[in-house]
């Protein structure tokens, strides 16, 4: 089985658009969730046998578009904790009206992002109470899909993957590094790689 953790981070295929979407609370464009729609189909598509953990913010929640492709037999609704972890978990359990059993935190290193997202200064990422009832995903091994993208050919990340499934690890992707090329950020575009990977013929890009 292929076995899926993507990372909701940003709304947005622009990072500038998504940035004033976390900011200003204030949606920008009709691109709501637009790439991770496009990995929901890929998923969907693919011949092979498929798991998605889908982990997402107070900023990432999704839409009745994306909830609708999120099928609960390939699909599964995780959250990606960013300030308060009993309040964004009921958020997310209200919006989507399914049981949430996992968890990942959103790191924050830089300090205009700790801003952003209306952290404190000195803390890069949310701390999880005792006894928080969801279970760490961080207990599975995986391999970081788009940080492989971003400096080795198709090829070789393909071939790297391929190995990492075998050994039962889980992929880790981002949507917003589909198509795009960080410049601070160290991941590359993976929509090729995840096109090979998923066996998906029909192309989504456009």
């Known amino acids: 089985m292929i076995k ?6 940003y709304p947005y295929p622009s990072r500038i658009q998504s940035f004033l979407f976390t900011l200003l609370n ?12 496009i990995i929901a189909k890929m998923v969907n598509e693919s ?10 913010t107070p900023q990432t929640i999704p839409d009745k578009e ?12 995780a959250l990606h904790v960013a300030n308060d972890p009993y309040c964004e978990l009921e958020k997310l359990e209200k919006a989507t009206k399914r049981k949430v059993k996992f968890y990942t935190v959103h790191g924050t290193a830089r300090l205009l992002a700790r801003l952003m997202w209306r952290r404190k200064l000195w ?5 999880i109470p005792k006894g928080f009832p969801l279970k760490s995903f961080y207990e599975f091994p995986t391999l ?7 400096c080795n050919s198709t090829d070789q990340v393909v071939e790297m993957a391929k190995k990492s499934i075998k050994k039962g690890e889980v ?5 917003e590094w589909l198509f795009q090329r960080g410049t601070l950020n160290h991941r590359g575009p993976y929509y090729e790689v995840l096109r090979i990977l998923l066996q998906t013929t029909r192309d989504l890009k456009r």
């Open 26 to 37: 204030t949606k920008v464009s009709r691109n709501y969730l637009r790439n991770a729609k």
């Open 47 to 56: 011949p092979k046998e498929v798991m998605a953990y889908w982990f997402f």
């Open 123 to 127: 803390e890069p990422r949310a701390q």
């Open 171 to 175: 992929l880790h992707i981002h949507p």
């Open 66 to 77: 994306l909830l609708e492709l999120l099928h609960p037999e390939r699909h599964e609704v």
């Open 144 to 150: 970081g899909l788009d940080v492989l993208c971003y």
């Open 4 to 9: 899926l953790r993507i990372d909701v981070d």
